[in-house]
């Protein structure tokens, strides 16, 4: 299991390294293209290196996460949601802040129990940066919301509307509407490595 996630992960690397969000190529620099039978063979995509090395940094500090949910856990994670269609349960540390692509604020799980496997990273912000923090990144958004201590979450415009607690499971914090950046840097997303959401997250997919 551990090794599928390894492979998992380099798939992902690769391609970002084929050029998600990349810096348009030296055309002066270039070499021509190989061809075949007189037609020009398609050029790979220009590579990103300062995006391919904050998400190597990121995936060097997350990989201790990566199928020991306890782990985390330990380090201060918190389950925040229960299982979201076509994302997953979502952990989050308090103690993170600020924007530093080695130390997400947010681990996104997929699976159950001791099958659990981290699957994304994801920041949230109070509104849209005014630069992306990561090249090429787009955005979601999460809605005011009262969490509770096993994960269920109730959309509320304000904390005053907050109950104690929701059958039998304590309040434990507030937030208003969020601008969201997730990362799919532990399994891949057809849709795009910053995508919201991934088609093969279950229940969408296997």
Known sequence: MRNLMVRTAAVALLLVLAGCGA??????????????AGHEMPS????DIGLAKQLSAAHTATAK?????KAAESDGYMIITPMMPGMGYHYLNPKVQGFDASNPPILVYNGDGADKQLVALEWVFPEQPASPPLPGATYGSFDAACHYKDGTFVPTATEKECAPDVKGSAFTFWHPDLVTMHVWLWMHNPAGIFHGTNPLVEPFGA
């Open 23 to 36: 810096d348009e190529p030296d055309e002066a620099a270039a070499p021509p293209a190989p061809t075949t």
């Open 65 to 69: 996460y990566a199928t020991d949910v």
């Open 44 to 47: 790979a995509a220009p590579v």
